[in-house]
């Protein structure tokens, strides 16, 4: 929440597959978000499918009232790359759960995103943006609206490593997605004065639900579905429990003081075969940095450790 005790105004950009699942029952239960608008990119799975497991997440959770919409279904430069490997031919682990019918907003997404920044601006009720999928949106976003920024408090990301990457050896899946998208947000953000956090793979596996505490979940669709999500993670990972993996991210906006962060300069690999979207996390001296060839980068809060005890209780006890 605020500091005024009033819910914090929140917006998910998510490619729903079963770690953005978890994200987005968390947003929409917790009584301490406001969450105004769901925005869908083509990720973990195609844009379609996306679509259909957000509506039905929603709808899991209760929350038929947040409007939903459609945004980019490919990457700005190189063809959309899926995960099905990892969450399922659906996205949503084939868990046959029912299925949305609701419609989707008529907006694109980004039309979306800028009209609730627009709103929030203009009622100074400013949104926490926290993107979980591949930053395609945001960086059209910023990049079409750039007014929209004012009613931004700050963007949380799920994205990005300061270590070893997950797609591939140096990258993370959401920035090796779409690398330049994450090169555009961050500069994007940096000549706005936004100020961002990347929640990375340096945090994300660390808050770790237990078989035992999600077979525990139950008398709601919410906490059924959120039991079968671990479930599926623990399978996938054959081991006896599930991380929320994005939920974590969201964790961090309702309860900022479970995460350790470090200032540092971040930059996007673009172009190396082996390295394209590595996130270089610069930990050099100040006066190293100073003196880089390549001039300054755009400075932004780096996730490097987590109470994941602490979020993990925190998801289950809004879940449940």
């Known amino acids: 929440m605020t500091d005024s005790g009033r819910r914090t105004p929140v917006v998910l950009d998510v490619d ?6 978890c994200a987005l029952l968390l947003a929409a239960r917790h009584s301490g978000l406001d969450l105004k608008a769901v925005t869908c990119a083509g990720g973990n799975v195609g844009i379609d499918d996306v679509v259909r497991n957000t509506l039905t997440v929603l709808d899991a959770a209760g929350r038929p009232d947040v409007p939903i919409a459609r945004g980019a279904a490919v990457p700005l430069i190189q063809p959309v790359r899926p995960a099905r490997h990892v969450h399922g031919a659906d996205g949503l682990g084939d868990l046959d759960w029912p299925r949305s019918t609701r419609p989707t907003d008529p907006r694109h997404a980004v039309e979306l995103l800028r009209d609730v920044l627009r709103d929030a601006a203009a009622t100074g009720e400013l949104v926490t943006l926290i993107p979980l999928a591949p930053l395609t949106n945001i960086a059209l976003l910023l990049r079409t609206y750039p007014e929209a920024a ?8 799920m994205g990005g490593s300061a270590g070893v990457g997950n797609a591939t050896a140096s990258a993370e899946f959401n920035i090796w997605s779409d690398p330049e ?3 555009i947000v961050l500069a994007a953000a940096n000549d706005l004065g936004i100020s961002v956090t990347m929640y990375g793979l340096d945090v994300f596996y660390d808050v770790v639900v237990t078989l035992e505490q999600a077979r525990g979940l139950s008398g709601s669709p919410s906490a059924e579905l959120a039991c079968k999500l671990i479930e599926k993670r623990s399978e996938r990972y054959q081991s006896d429990g599930g991380s929320i993996g994005d939920g974590g ?3 961090a906006v309702i309860d900022p003081s479970g995460l350790t962060t470090e200032r540092h300069p971040v930059r996007v690999e673009l172009s190396g075969g082996w390295s394209r979207g590595r996130t270089i996390v610069d930990t050099r001296t ?10 300054p980068a755009p400075v932004i809060q780096v996730a490097t450790a987590v109470d994941a005890k602490r979020y993990a209780d925190l998801w289950l006890a809004t879940v449940r």
């Not at 729903?16 to 699942?21: E, I, K, P, Q």
């Not at 004012?150 to 990301?157: H, K, M, P, Q, Y």
């Not at 100040?286 to 001039?295: E, K, R």
């Open 249 to 251: 991210a969201v964790c």
């Open 286 to 295: 100040a006066s190293d940095q100073a003196n880089d060839v390549q001039g």
């Open 16 to 21: 729903t597959g079963l770690d953005d699942a």
């Open 150 to 157: 004012a009613g931004l408090r700050e963007i949380v990301f």
């Open 181 to 183: 998208a994450a090169a």
